[in-house]
T-cell receptor, first 115, second 112 residues
Framework: DSGVTQTPKHLITATGQRVTLRCSPR?????VYWYQQSLDQGLQFLIQ???????AKGNILERFSAQQFPDLHSELNLSSLELGDSALYFC??????????????FGPGTRLLVL | QKEVEQDPGPLSVPEGAIVSLNCTYS??????FMWYRQYSRKGPELLMY????GNKEDGRFTAQVDKSSKYISLFIRDSQPSDSATYLC????????????FGKGTKLSVKP
């Protein structure tokens, strides 16, 4: 168990809908990362938050947004869902952003299926 | 050319074999190199973490980084059926861009 929790484990929804994925980092970790994993693209970095502020952005669509709250949990919002958004969404956390603290620990993921 | 290339396999070996997994990369700014293990329907689990070039050993696992060749390897000695999983290499340039760039993963099966 990595100490990172994600809810829900599974999500089935329809095209055009909006969903929210939730992540709680390991105790004491300030950085949260979101990744998308699909069969054809592999694990793709979406976005990073550090202590409530956006730190880095990857291949995140404009229909997607995220935030990190004062208690350090994070939410990833996916809107106007398309079939191609079906994937595993992982959250990872790390202690900070200095090199010695950048080991990322992954949660169990949320499996999203868009029908 | 993709930033990180990894042979997807699948790779099948008998129990007890030495397994060699490899990744190549193109970005010379990468300084942090990791190997993750991912079991089916689970999140990636950190196996090895290496900074810059060199070797690192942890039990049956050895990670090697050759920055001059932009090539990293993971060796698994005395492989066990419980090692059957997908192995993902990941790397980062660190600093303010701490996000990881992953290879697509190599699926390994260790047969009893």
């Amino acid at each position: 168990d990595s100490g990172v929790t994600q809810t829900p484990k599974h999500l089935i929804t329809a095209t055009g809908q909006r969903v929210t994925l939730r992540c709680s980092p390991r105790s004491g970790d300030l950085s949260v990362y979101w990744y998308q994993q699909s069969l054809d693209q592999g694990l793709q970095f979406l976005i990073q938050y550090y202590n409530g502020e956006e730190r880095a952005k990857g291949n995140i669509l404009e229909r997607f947004s995220a935030q990190q709250f004062p208690d350090l949990h994070s939410e990833l919002n996916l809107s106007s869902l398309e079939l191609g958004d079906s994937a595993l969404y992982f959250c990872a956390s790390s202690a900070g952003t200095s090199p010695s603290k950048e080991t990322q620990y992954f949660g169990p993921g949320t499996r999203l299926l868009v029908l | 050319q993709k930033e990180v290339e990894q042979d997807p396999g699948p790779l099948s070996v008998p129990e007890g074999a030495i397994v060699s997994l490899n990744c190549t990369y193109s970005n010379s700014a990468f300084q942090y190199f990791m190997w993750y293990r991912q079991y089916s329907r689970k999140g990636p689990e950190l196996l090895m973490y290496t900074y810059s070039s060199g070797n690192k050993e942890d039990g049956r696992f050895t990670a090697q980084v050759d920055k001059s060749s932009k090539y990293i390897s993971l060796f698994i000695r005395d492989s066990q059926p419980s090692d059957s999983a997908t192995y993902l290499c990941a790397m980062s340039s660190g600093g303010s861009q701490g996000n990881l760039i992953f290879g697509k993963g190599t699926k390994l099966s260790v047969k009893p």
